[in-house]
């Protein structure tokens, strides 16, 4: 005697439900797969522009001359 019984609709319902859990399961892990992925190369491009905007200069400056002259030096 059984007290409830499940329906070829309920088990249809039942497989279209778990169906579409492991489709929901399948894209969450490619979006997080993605979202890593795009995390590193935004990093390596911070990276890459950061070492790219640091230029070392051919040589080294000539001093500036002071525009008037002194007549010795300033103490002060």
Not at 7 to 19: D, Y
Not at 47 to 65: C, N
Request: aromatic content about 6%; some cysteine; hydrophobic content about 45%.
């Amino acid at each position: 005697m059984a007290l409830a019984t499940i329906t070829r609709q309920g088990l249809v319902s039942i497989a279209v439900l778990v169906a579409i859990l492991w489709g929901c399961l399948f894209a969450e892990r490619r979006l997080s797969r993605n979202s890593k992925m795009e995390t590193y190369r935004a990093l390596r491009d911070m990276r890459y522009l950061k070492l790219k905007r640091h230029v070392e200069p051919a040589s080294h400056p000539l001093p500036a001359s002071n525009p008037t002259p002194s007549i010795g030096p300033v103490l002060g």
